[in-house]
């Protein structure tokens, strides 16, 4: 099948991460990266089990609040004076007097409206997305798969201004695709350590195709080791991602 119908297959809480939970030891790392201290507030939109809360405010010393549209997942999150969790739609929250935000989805609409928010932030607001920037945006600060952008935004002049900042290089060769691909997923983490071989790989071909077709990967020619990913994609997964490569 082609990878379209292969994602399409997919669970839609899988799709937009509902039910991707990141390692403590990833959060720990994002808030290191973002400076996250006792003088900040700090939202995770799409809070999950609220790990991310408890580590914000008993390790970091933040303010931390949590929004989840899940009334069964807010409710489960252990009561704690230091952390705050409102049930809420993210869209329609009050964000004013946020300093550090870690916001992680794929749904384009989402994604659209909340831009147009954090861009109405209080100066120097801190906006920690996961491997993909905030649309239409440099980052200000990169960890990959952790990005950081900082009101007000610098506008990118194009997807490639965009990639080129994320992966501190001028073209994309086969190890630079796989070292992004695994940064991922050892930041997602997984318990199978098969899933976590597979992300990688897959993360690796689009990765490359994806530079091949902006005109960013090192050589026109598909590299040896590119070519026997795809292959394995198609004949042990049953995924064919050739038709993506322009």
């Given at each position: 099948m082609?990878?379209?119908?292969?994602?399409?297959?997919?669970?839609?809480?899988?799709?937009?991460?509902?039910?991707?939970?990141?390692?403590?030891?990833?959060?720990?790392?994002?808030f290191r990266f973002a400076g996250l201290g006792k003088n900040d507030t700090f939202y995770h939109l799409g809070c999950g089990t609220g790990n991310s809360l408890k580590i914000a405010a008993q390790e970091f010393g933040a303010k931390a609040i949590g929004i989840d549209n899940d009334a069964q997942k807010i409710a489960?999150?252990?009561?704690?004076?230091?952390?705050?969790?409102?049930?809420?739609?993210?869209?329609?929250?009050?964000?004013?007097?946020?300093?550090?935000?870690?916001?992680w989805f794929s749904d384009d609409n989402i994604i659209a409206k909340m831009l147009e928010i954090f861009s109405k932030l209080k100066l120097g607001c801190k906006i920690i997305t996961i491997f993909d920037p905030l649309p239409h945006t440099i980052p200000d600060k990169v960890s990959f798969p952790f990005l950081l952008h900082q009101t007000p935004f610098t506008p990118a002049k194009s997807l490639k201004d965009q990639i080129m900042t994320i992966f501190g290089t001028e073209c994309i060769d086969f190890t630079t695709a796989w070292e992004h691909a695994e940064r991922y997923t050892k930041a997602i983490g997984s318990p199978d350590a098969g899933n976590?071989?597979?992300?990688?790989?897959?993360?690796?071909?689009?990765?490359?195709?994806?530079?091949?077709?902006?005109g960013l990967s090192c050589t026109q020619e598909i590299p040896a080791p590119v070519k026997a990913y795809i292959e394995i994609l198609d004949n042990f997964f049953n995924i064919e991602v050739r038709h993506l490569i322009k």
């Open positions: 082609k990878i379209e119908e292969y994602i399409s297959s997919l669970p839609s809480s899988i799709i937009s991460g509902q039910e991707v939970q990141l390692l403590d030891e990833s959060l720990r790392e994002i489960q999150i252990e009561k704690d004076p230091t952390i705050t969790t409102m049930h809420q739609d993210i869209t329609s929250a009050d964000l004013s007097d946020a300093t550090v935000i870690l916001f976590d071989r597979f992300l990688t790989i897959l993360q690796t071909v689009m990765i490359w195709i994806n530079a091949k077709n902006l």
